[in-house]
């Protein structure tokens, strides 16, 4: 245990994303926090600079809602009492799966998932994070270098207009996402760079918000059309109703097949995905918003946790470590668990002790690995993904998940084990355990649904 007699020690976050403000009100409990931010972070659920993927629609999974909740205990009411939702898998979601089988509904409590903006989302969580007043948060300041050496960081070298100066910091958190310079700023400190590795499936979105047609702004469940890697182009979406009785609407496609800006596109293009529903329901609901569009969904990942040397006093956390493509909704859960991993250490241990660093790292990527590996298993197959193509192994563990979400489709206790890992609630090697391989290659399994599991109310309140 940390010795709680010793001088306040001190730490700073870089980023005032989501990742960042869960750090450092774990960081709160150990030490005097300084959050560095380079732009100035909205006063509510407003769009924030620097995050396009905010206008796209996010699924907190319920391995995230559980970790968030954990870390800051109280604020998924915060967030429902602001207009979100917590919807039950597999009783509000409509989803079809990329080999092409829609999923059945039933009556499941266990896996949730919480439904809103990412505008509200973040400012709930900046919100609670900024009470504490152990948190000090510099904005419209660019952090310039990290300060020390290749065995330790001492601080930051930061810049706030014209003018350059340092803070000093027994710990440095880089939770500065997916444009994080942390490799620069190691290797002018000296170390050797870490092995990196990038699976682009070349998905682009776009995506609109609609307000929700006729009596469906309460209750409607989420709908999925699923992108399927044999498929060139694969294509697929989602709605997602969040606050203010709105639907986010976002649409998908790998090379040659991407939705483009155009608002008078968008329904003709949902309604040519494998199947046609989102469009469908889309025909009485009215826009909102333009179309805004992004390409930047790339899988990149940094395996710091496997560099062969690292310096005390600095952990890199969130998309800074790995960026995963949206379309499976594990960024957020990913970084929030790595927090989580965050706090576990510092309660054994002092952030100043030898290794506690190194600690840090290792146990922030046992999240990352979890999301990398469902992410980058289905991604690897679309045409120029990667520059090496699918190994032996990953052709063989993708062809066992297919047999797994087709029992899946048919059985409810397969989905069951198989929403324990979709959720981030338990790591991929679930789906290798003895009971589900006995559902997957022996268990009795009902025929497919021929359409997706919309009830005759949910059509009607979409139509009426």
């Given at each position: 245990?940390?010795?709680?007699?010793?001088?306040?020690?001190?730490?700073?976050?870089?980023?005032?994303?989501?990742?960042?403000?869960?750090?450092?009100?774990?960081?709160?409990?150990?030490?005097?926090?300084?959050?560095?931010?380079?732009?100035?972070?909205?006063?509510?659920?407003?769009?924030?600079?620097?995050?396009?993927?905010?206008?796209?629609?996010?699924?907190?999974?319920?391995?995230?809602?559980?970790?968030?909740?954990?870390?800051?205990?109280?604020?998924?009411?915060?967030?429902?009492?602001?207009?979100?939702?917590?919807?039950?898998?597999?009783?509000?979601?409509?989803?079809?799966?990329?080999?092409?089988?829609?999923?059945?509904?039933?009556?499941?409590?266990?896996?949730?998932?919480?439904?809103?903006?990412?505008?509200?989302?973040?400012?709930?969580?900046?919100?609670?994070v900024l009470e504490?007043?152990?948190?000090?948060?510099?904005?419209?300041?660019?952090?310039?270098?990290?300060?020390?050496?290749?065995?330790?960081?001492?601080?930051?070298?930061?810049?706030?207009?014209?003018?350059?100066?340092?803070?000093?910091?027994?710990?440095?958190?880089?939770?500065?996402?997916?444009?994080?310079?942390?490799?620069?700023?190691?290797?002018?400190?000296?170390?050797?760079?870490?092995?990196?590795?990038?699976?682009?499936?070349?998905?682009?979105?776009?995506?609109?918000?609609?307000?929700?047609?006729?009596?469906?702004?309460?209750?409607?469940?989420?709908?999925?059309?699923?992108?399927?890697p044999r498929q060139?182009?694969?294509?697929?979406?989602?709605?997602?109703?969040?606050?203010?009785?709105?639907?986010?609407?976002?649409?998908?496609?790998?090379?040659?097949?991407?939705?483009?800006?155009?608002?008078?596109?968008?329904?003709?293009?949902?309604?040519?995905?494998?199947?046609?529903?989102?469009?469908?329901?889309?025909?009485?609901?009215?826009?909102?918003?333009?179309?805004?569009?992004?390409?930047?969904?790339?899988?990149?990942?940094?395996?710091?946790?496997?560099?062969?040397?690292?310096?005390?006093?600095?952990?890199?956390?969130?998309?800074?470590?790995?960026?995963?493509?949206?379309?499976?909704?594990?960024?957020?859960?990913?970084?929030?668990?790595?927090?989580?991993?965050?706090?576990?250490?510092?309660?054994r241990r002092d952030?100043?002790?030898?290794?506690?660093?190194?600690?840090?790292?290792?146990?922030?990527?046992?999240?990352?690995?979890?999301?990398?590996?469902?992410?980058?298993?289905?991604?690897?197959?679309?045409?120029?993904?990667?520059?090496?193509?699918?190994?032996?192994?990953?052709?063989?563990?993708?062809?066992?998940?297919?047999?797994?979400?087709?029992?899946?489709?048919?059985?409810?206790?397969?989905?069951?084990?198989?929403?324990?890992?979709?959720?981030?609630?338990?790591?991929?090697?679930?789906?290798?355990?003895?009971?589900?391989?006995?559902?997957?290659?022996?268990?009795?399994?009902?025929?497919?649904?021929?359409?997706?599991?919309?009830?005759?109310?949910?059509?009607?309140?979409?139509?009426?």
């Amino acid at each position: 245990m940390p010795d709680r007699s010793a001088p306040r020690r001190t730490a700073v976050v870089i980023g005032g994303g989501m990742t960042g403000m869960l750090a450092a009100a774990v960081l709160a409990d150990h030490a005097d926090v300084t959050l560095v931010e380079r732009d100035v972070l909205p006063d509510g659920p407003r769009p924030r600079k620097g995050l396009p993927q905010a206008r796209h629609a996010h699924v907190l999974w319920s391995g995230g809602v559980k970790a968030i909740e954990e870390l800051l205990p109280g604020v998924v009411g915060q967030l429902v009492g602001q207009g979100a939702r917590t919807g039950r898998i597999m009783t509000d979601l409509v989803s079809k799966a990329p080999s092409g089988q829609w999923f059945r509904r039933f009556d499941h409590a266990r896996h949730v998932n919480l439904l809103c903006s990412r505008d509200l989302l973040d400012a709930v969580i900046r919100a609670r994070v900024l009470e504490d007043q152990r948190i000090s948060l510099r904005q419209r300041t660019e952090l310039l270098s990290l300060e020390g050496d290749d065995r330790r960081v001492t601080g930051v070298r930061i810049r706030a207009g014209d003018t350059h100066s340092s803070i000093a910091a027994d710990l440095v958190i880089d939770a500065s996402g997916r444009g994080s310079r942390a490799p620069g700023w190691l290797r002018s400190l000296g170390l050797p760079p870490v092995a990196e590795r990038t699976v682009d499936a070349g998905v682009g979105y776009a995506s609109r918000i609609y307000r929700a047609p006729g009596t469906t702004a309460a209750g409607f469940p989420i709908v999925n059309v699923q992108v399927d890697p044999r498929q060139n182009p694969g294509r697929g979406g989602i709605i997602t109703p969040i606050e203010g009785g709105r639907w986010l609407v976002t649409l998908a496609g790998t090379r040659g097949g991407r939705p483009s800006g155009d608002n008078e596109r968008f329904v003709p293009f949902a309604l040519e995905l494998p199947h046609p529903v989102i469009g469908e329901l889309l025909a009485g609901a009215e826009p909102e918003t333009d179309v805004v569009t992004t390409r930047s969904t790339a899988n990149k990942r940094r395996y710091y946790e496997k560099a062969a040397r690292w310096p005390e006093g600095f952990a890199v956390l969130g998309e800074a470590v790995a960026g995963f493509n949206p379309v499976y909704g594990h960024g957020l859960s990913a970084a929030a668990q790595s927090v989580v991993a965050l706090r576990g250490v510092l309660r054994r241990r002092d952030l100043r002790a030898p290794g506690t660093s190194r600690r840090i790292q290792r146990a922030a990527a046992r999240p990352v690995e979890n999301a990398w590996s469902l992410a980058v298993g289905q991604d690897v197959f679309y045409p120029g993904a990667s520059d090496q193509p699918p190994t032996r192994l990953e052709r063989n563990l993708a062809a066992f998940v297919d047999r797994a979400v087709d029992a899946g489709s048919r059985n409810p206790r397969a989905l069951r084990i198989l929403l324990d890992v979709m959720s981030m609630e338990k790591p991929p090697a679930r789906l290798l355990m003895p009971d589900m391989l006995a559902l997957v290659y022996l268990g009795r399994k009902k025929a497919p649904l021929e359409g997706p599991p919309l009830t005759e109310h949910e059509r009607a309140a979409a139509t009426a």
